[in-house]
């Protein structure tokens, strides 16, 4: 199994756990089945991880994996302090006397209830993005290319 697939898989298990999560506090199960999917998650990733191949760390794979890192976080601070602006701005709105005799409620967007969900989600997305970098620059600085003359 090469690298990124692993990376991948790590991403697609963090939107299973996300899922899982969600059901639970819908359908009001306990906490254990969450706690259970999220150490059961942590031994697949284990047991993943040893089956991965290509794990040679050189000059090269240390920069592309750093450049990876940078620009993930680069992309991820932006959209999670955006989002995060707008959900505290949402939950500052101090409502004020009508003007009208009719009561105006300002629109709401993204519900307080649902910040965490979107907080997790943001975390998987956090996983994508750092795996399409690194495809991204591996791709740009010949990491998959064999150097072998």
């Not at 302090?81 to 003007?99: D, E, H, R, W």
Request: charged share 20%.
């Amino acid at each position: 199994m090469k690298k990124n697939s692993w990376y991948l898989i790590i991403g697609c298990i963090a939107l299973f756990l996300l899922a899982i999560f969600w059901y639970s506090v819908e359908t009001r199960l306990s906490p254990l089945v969450i706690e259970s999917a999220f150490v059961i998650s942590i031994g697949i990733i284990y047991l993943a991880r040893k089956k991965v191949t290509d794990l040679i760390e050189d000059e090269r794979s240390a920069k592309i994996t750093e450049m990876a890192t940078m620009r993930t976080f680069q992309v991820f601070w932006v959209v999670f302090c955006a989002i995060s602006i707008g959900a505290v701005m949402q939950i500052l709105y101090i409502p004020t006397f009508p003007k009208e005799h009719l009561p105006i409620r300002p629109p709401e967007i993204l519900p307080p209830r649902m910040m965490g969900y979107f907080q997790l989600g943001l975390l998987c997305m956090m996983i994508f993005l750092y795996v399409g970098f690194r495809i991204y620059y591996a791709r740009k600085y010949g990491d998959w290319e064999t150097d072998e003359e």
